[in-house]
Every structure is written in structure tokens, then in C-alpha cells.
């Protein structure tokens, strides 16, 4: 039996996992980090980056209606090296070296800043900022969003795509009534093709609440499962 020239072949499978609680706000976290290519020499599973989400599933504990959001990142900007020392002030993003317009950043692009995969969560991590002004050295967003502090290196500044917002009932999937919900083939996801995602090795998925989520211990699960490639 023949095979498609260059098919392609998931090399692993994994999940990822968002909780939403109050504390969280409307502060989005990452669903599905960016999948990383396998380093050198590395061939058990050989990963050449990206993949497919082939389910998202969220429920609630939250005796409360809630929203949730689902966001299309794309790592631009990684500090270390490559930015010298950068920092946030309420309503710019700095760099000491390097170029944010190289990067890619345009004015009016959505930007977000996740820390490294494995790192603790910093205070401006998943906070939306809308870019005003673009230079070498400075992002400005609209308002003053975010809090002043140094980003630690391997923090990602993503821009973001609002992909949709979907309700979900009062518990949702927990109470043995309401089923939970799919946010993969979802209803409000005006994409043609919508039974599986395409991630590239340098894109991640994001996920918030709409409004806050109730008090502990009601949250909010999110969860992805992805093949690799």
C-alpha cells in the first residue's frame, strides 16, 4: 500500500492544562505552549516544531454563568541576548539592544507577555495591551495596563488574535446537567475549518475568562490535546 508524499506523522501526543480562578481576573494563561522542534541529536520522538490541537474541552465548578476566551499567540520577541535588559512601566515595554520593529511589531497589534515554559508566573503574564507606538527600543500600549517590574529572561511577548468567546453555564460539565464544552469545534468559531488547530513552532494557544471567575474554590479547566510533529 502507497503513502501520501510527505505525509506527516503526530511523533508524540501531549495535553495541556489552563485553571482559571479569581485571582486570575481576566489575566489569560497559556493553554498550549509553543511547541519547540527536538533539540540536536534528539530523535526518540524526532519533533520538527508545531502541531495540531485535535480537542479543547472547559469546564466549570462556578455556580455562576461565565464566558470564556481562547487566544492565538505568536512568540515575536524572547528576552535574553537577543534584548538586553527589558522592563515594563505601566504602559511601555523597553528593550536595551535589538529591534522591536525587526521583530515584527506594527501599531495596532495585541501583545501579551507569558513567562518562560516552566517559570513562574510574573505579575503582567497574560495582561491584553493594545501596541500605540513602535520603536527600536519601546512598544507603548494604549492606557496603563500593565505594572512596572524587569522581565527575567525567556519571557514572550506574543502578539495576540482574538480567535472567539464562548459561555458556558453554571457548572458546567460538574453538575451531572450541563455538558461541558467544547471550544475546538465550538459554535462561535467562525473558522471554516474547525476540527483541528494548526499550531506552528512558534505560535501558542491562550485561554481567559470573560469576567472574573467566582471565589475559591470555584475554577474554571481548561484542557487541549495535542499531536506534535
Known amino acids: 500500500m502507497s503513502s501520501p508524499l510527505n505525509a506527516a506523522v503526530p511523533a508524540a501526543f501531549q495535553n495541556g492544562i489552563a485553571n482559571l480562578i479569581a485571582a486570575d481576573g481576566t489575566q489569560a494563561k497559556v493553554l498550549v505552549d509553543a511547541l519547540a522542534a527536538a533539540a540536536a541529536g534528539v530523535t526518540s520522538p524526532l519533533l520538527f516544531g508545531g502541531g495540531s490541537v485535535i480537542d479543547i474541552t472547559a469546564t466549570s465548578t462556578d455556580a455562576a454563568a461565565k464566558d470564556v476566551i481562547l487566544w492565538l499567540g505568536q512568540v515575536l520577541t524572547t528576552t535574553g541576548a537577543a534584548t538586553g535588559t ?131 474554590p470555584a475554577y474554571i479547566n481548561v484542557s487541549a490535546d495535542v499531536a506534535r510533529y
Open 86 to 216: 527589558a522592563a515594563m512601566t505601566v504602559s511601555t515595554i523597553t528593550r536595551s539592544t535589538g529591534d522591536f520593529f525587526l521583530d515584527g511589531w506594527r501599531p495596532g497589534d495585541l501583545v501579551m507577555v507569558f513567562a518562560a515554559g516552566n517559570a513562574g508566573r510574573q505579575a503582567n503574564d497574560g495582561v491584553l495591551g493594545i501596541v500605540t507606538g513602535v520603536s527600536s527600543a519601546t512598544l507603548t500600549v494604549n492606557g496603563t495596563p500593565f505594572s512596572a517590574l524587569t522581565l527575567n529572561t525567556g519571557v514572550r511577548l506574543c502578539r495576540m488574535a482574538y480567535q472567539f468567546r464562548a459561555p458556558m453555564a453554571a457548572s458546567a460539565g460538574t453538575n451531572g446537567t450541563s455538558a461541558s464544552v467544547n471550544l475546538l469545534n465550538n459554535g462561535n468559531d467562525g473558522s471554516v475549518l474547525r476540527y483541528e488547530k494548526k499550531l506552528g513552532l512558534n505560535e501558542l494557544l491562550a485561554v481567559s475568562a470573560a469576567s472574573a471567575v467566582s471565589a475559591l
